[in-house]
């Protein structure tokens, strides 16, 4: 079945340590999208790419990493740097042409 | 900038009635898409309804419509014979259709409104 794939739902990480959230689409989109989302603030987004080779910050990029290699892959790296790490964490891709946005089952990432 | 607007951080509904959610957004733009998608317990995001700004019929899915005032910058969202499982944060959602606009596939969303259904 075409979706999005988000892995590992859960994952803890260590103070200080980077660690890299897995986003893979086989739905042949090209945009594809990193939210983040903390209690009573909605999606905020991170990072997009709208093609393989390209990806451009969202509006709270500090503390994160992208890369997109591949059309069906976004990998998201949350560095040491992201002072407040712990949230839940939202993979989306769309269409070139089209509109919506379709969605990952998420990541909720703990920092211990 | 465009920005997006729920004003109704909770809402309740019985079972079989009818409720509806409220959003209004701020554009320039004369055309662009509005979405309405619904998160339950599981946090996936879904996509319940859109709407094209072009278009001035009322987008419908089943038991889902939505009122759409492009003059007054409104897009609610009706809910008819609600269900136990329409329990979920619902978020209203802004996206340009200027094309070739650098950030055009970017969604701009509310903060939501979580709604609960009442047996």
């Known amino acids: 079945d075409g979706g999005i794939t988000q892995s590992p739902k859960y994952l803890f990480r260590k103070e200080g340590q980077n660690v890299t959230l897995s986003c893979e689409q086989n739905l042949n989109h090209d945009a594809m999208y990193w939210y983040r989302q903390d209690p009573g603030q909605g999606l905020r987004l991170i990072y997009y790419s709208q093609i393989v080779n390209d990806f451009q910050k969202g509006d709270i990029a500090e503390g994160y990493s992208v890369s997109r290699e591949k059309k069906e892959s976004f990998p998201l790296t949350v560095t040491s740097a992201q002072k407040n790490p712990t949230a839940f964490y939202l993979c989306?891709?769309?269409?070139?042409?089209?509109?919506?946005?379709?969605f990952g089952q998420g990541t909720r990432l703990t920092v211990v | 900038a465009q920005t997006v607007t729920q004003s109704q951080p909770e809402m309740s509904v019985q079972e079989a009635e009818t409720v509806t959610l409220s959003c209004t957004y701020d554009t320039s733009e004369s055309d662009y898409y509005l979405f309405w998608y619904k998160q339950p317990p599981s946090r996936q995001m879904i996509l319940v309804i859109r709407q094209e700004a072009y278009k001035q019929q009322n987008a419908t899915e089943n038991r889902f419509s939505v009122n759409f005032q492009k003059a007054a910058k409104s897009f609610s969202l009706k809910i008819s014979d609600s269900q136990l499982g329409d329990a979920a944060m619902y978020f209203c959602a802004y996206r340009s259709g200027v094309p070739n606009a650098g950030n055009n596939r970017k969604l701009i969303w509310g903060l939501g409104t979580s709604l609960a259904v009442n047996p």
């Open positions: 989306a891709s769309s269409m070139t042409a089209g509109t919506e946005a379709f």
